[in-house]
Nanobody
Framework: QVQLVESGGGLVQPGGSLRLYCAAS????????MNWYRQVPGKQRELVAA???????NYADSVKARFTISRDNAKNTVYLQMNSLTPEDTGGYYC?????????WGQGTQVTVSS
């Protein structure tokens, strides 16, 4: 059974940091590209960060130099380190495993940036 389980979200003050985790099981994790998406109510889900199976990364302009995506294939886990958080980073964060033709989504973890 395929599972992606996100954790690490919470309430943080502006300027703070959080580290999100996405634990994968049920598929060959090391072959899949892994992405983090963010969704705000009333808006489309947007791609925040991506990492290929080979470890190449890509980021949305809004998070470059603040967020870092990484993966540990031995632990079947992808991470999102988020620094210098702003209220605009508030939203549900979802990880996705992608290898054509398959897409696997987690249930999301909420991040709220507020003073």
């Amino acid at each position: 059974q395929v599972q992606l389980v996100e954790s690490g979200g919470g309430l943080v003050q502006p300027g703070g940091s959080l580290r999100l985790y996405c634990a994968a099981s049920g598929f060959r994790f090391n072959r899949y590209a892994m992405n983090w998406y963010r969704q705000v109510p009333g808006k489309q889900r947007e791609l925040v960060a991506a990492i290929t199976s080979g470890g190449s990364t890509n980021y949305a302009d809004s998070v470059k130099a603040r967020f870092t995506i990484s993966r540990d294939n031995a632990k079947n886990t992808v991470y999102l380190q988020m620094n210098s958080l702003t209220p605009e980073d508030t939203g549900g964060y979802y990880c996705k495993g992608f290898l054509l033709p398959f897409n696997y989504w987690g249930q999301g973890t909420q991040v709220t940036v507020s003073s």
